[in-house]
Each structure stands twice: as structure tokens, then as C-alpha cells.
């Protein structure tokens, strides 16, 4: 991981760890031959409160495959989430989703995990040219919320290699805030925020987990289970 660092700009700077992870690099790159609707990271920002709503939405169907209660989804009740979904995905294909979005490795998907995880599979699923000719997961207001998503990384990702590197995330703010001397500054600070592994690069599932603590998810959790102590 490390040898990566300092390298950003580089093509082979980033190599895809895992199966999963070069599905998702591949489908980001289809993606990106459609270009981006979004003109500056203010139009993202500013969509912010609808796609919070949008996710606190979702907070019934967690809580419906969440068939135990325990505040988590398992590997099992993800199946059974997937089956009712009709998603068909193999076995291997959804531990591989699970492991990668259990970012706590506490085998218990929370909510926000849960939302990172649906995007993957809004991204992955079927033929992306198809994405408007029917609905992929089965909910079209929160498949547009995620579309949304995959439009912001690809607006930052300007080399369009599936990542989003540090200067490409300067070149981004400074498109928003030109003239402002503290726009490099703001830059960073959003970089590292989605860079969590720090290897100088951002996957599209690294910026899924920032973009869930930019618009409030993982507060409202926090704050749910102060309320059940």
C-alpha cells in the first residue's frame, strides 16, 4: 500500500486489491465515457440535504433485513436482502460486497455500511447503458440518489482512471473557488477525509463512506444509540 504514496499521478499507481475492487474500477471507467452533469463541488454540496433525506428514506428496508434486531446486518440476512431484491449476485459475489463494506470487520453491516454497499451494487449491476431502462435494485428514488453519487466521482475523477487522486481533488475546489486563498486548503481536508487507507488515492467506495459522514449519516447513528443507552 505503501509504495503507492507520492505516485498519484502515476497509471500504474493504482493497482485494484481485489476482484471486487477492479469490478467496480471497470464499471466507474464505462461510466465516465458518459461524462458528468455536475459543473463545480458546490453543485455537490448543495445536494447534500436531499441526499440525506434520500438515505434516511432506506432506514426502513435496513431495518427490515436487519431480522434480528441487532442494529447490524449479517452475511446471511444480506442474502436473504439480496434474494427479495432480486439482485443475482452468486454467493461469492455478495461476501466479497460484505467483507469490503464491513469496514469495522465486526461481521454486522450497520446502516451507513449498508448504503455504501447498495451504491456498489447500483454500479456494478447489469449493463450501465441500460441504467434508465429499468430499475436495478428495485428503488428508483434511491437509485436516483445514487446516480447522483456516481456523477459527483466521476466530475472529480478528471483523468478518468477510476480513482481521484490529491491534485485532482485541488483541480476540483479551485474549479468552485477560484481566487479564494483557502481553497487548497479545503481541497485537502476533503481529500483526506476520503483517503482513509492515506495511499494517495480515492476509490469510488472510499469516497462513499466520506460522502455518508459529509451529509450526517454516521452522526444520526451515533446519536441513535446514545438515545437506547
Given at each position: 500500500?505503501?509504495?503507492?504514496?507520492?505516485?498519484?499521478?502515476?497509471?500504474?499507481?493504482?493497482?485494484?486489491?481485489?476482484?471486487?475492487?477492479?469490478?467496480?474500477?471497470?464499471?466507474?471507467?464505462?461510466?465516465?465515457?458518459?461524462?458528468?452533469?455536475?459543473?463545480?463541488?458546490?453543485?455537490?454540496?448543495?445536494?447534500?440535504?436531499?441526499?440525506?433525506?434520500?438515505?434516511?428514506k432506506c432506514k426502513a428496508t435496513f431495518e427490515k433485513f436487519d431480522e434480528d434486531g441487532s442494529g447490524a446486518i449479517d452475511p446471511q440476512e444480506l442474502k436473504h436482502c439480496f434474494c427479495e431484491l432480486e439482485i443475482n449476485f452468486t454467493d461469492?459475489?455478495?461476501?466479497?460486497?460484505?467483507?469490503?463494506?464491513?469496514?469495522?470487520?465486526?461481521?454486522?453491516?450497520?446502516?451507513?455500511?449498508?448504503?455504501?454497499?447498495?451504491?456498489?451494487?447500483?454500479?456494478?449491476?447489469?449493463?450501465?447503458?441500460?441504467?434508465?431502462?429499468?430499475?436495478?435494485?428495485?428503488?428508483?428514488?434511491?437509485?436516483?440518489?445514487?446516480?447522483?453519487?456516481?456523477?459527483?466521482?466521476?466530475?472529480?475523477?478528471?483523468?478518468?482512471?477510476?480513482?481521484?487522486?490529491?491534485?485532482?481533488?485541488?483541480?476540483?475546489?479551485?474549479?468552485?473557488?477560484?481566487?479564494?486563498?483557502?481553497?487548497?486548503?479545503?481541497?485537502?481536508?476533503?481529500?483526506?477525509?476520503?483517503?482513509?487507507?492515506?495511499?494517495?488515492?480515492?476509490?469510488?467506495?472510499?469516497?462513499?463512506?466520506?460522502?455518508?459522514?459529509?451529509?450526517?449519516?454516521?452522526?444520526?447513528?451515533?446519536?441513535?444509540?446514545?438515545?437506547?443507552?
Open positions: 500500500m505503501g509504495g503507492v504514496q507520492g505516485k498519484s499521478e502515476s497509471p500504474n499507481a493504482s493497482i485494484p486489491e481485489t476482484k471486487l475492487e477492479a469490478k467496480v474500477i471497470e464499471a466507474m471507467k464505462r461510466r465516465e465515457t458518459n461524462g458528468s452533469s455536475l459543473k463545480s463541488f458546490n453543485s455537490i454540496i448543495l445536494k447534500f440535504p436531499k441526499i440525506d433525506e434520500s438515505f434516511r461469492e459475489e455478495i461476501n466479497d460486497l460484505f467483507e469490503a463494506c464491513d469496514i469495522n470487520e465486526d461481521k454486522g453491516m450497520n446502516f451507513n455500511e449498508f448504503i455504501v454497499l447498495l451504491c456498489l451494487v447500483y454500479l456494478l449491476k447489469d449493463d450501465p447503458t441500460a441504467s434508465h431502462a429499468k430499475s436495478r435494485i428495485g428503488m428508483p428514488n434511491l437509485e436516483a440518489t445514487f446516480e447522483t453519487l456516481v456523477d459527483a466521482f466521476v466530475f472529480l475523477d478528471k483523468n478518468k482512471d477510476g480513482y481521484v487522486s490529491k491534485n485532482e481533488m485541488v483541480v476540483a475546489i479551485n474549479e468552485t473557488t477560484s481566487g479564494e486563498r483557502s481553497s487548497g486548503r479545503i481541497a485537502l481536508k476533503r481529500f483526506e477525509e476520503m483517503d482513509w487507507d492515506k495511499n494517495g488515492m480515492v476509490n469510488f467506495k472510499e469516497f462513499l463512506f466520506a460522502f455518508t459522514r459529509w451529509v450526517g449519516i454516521e452522526d444520526a447513528e451515533d446519536d441513535a444509540e446514545e438515545d437506547d443507552v
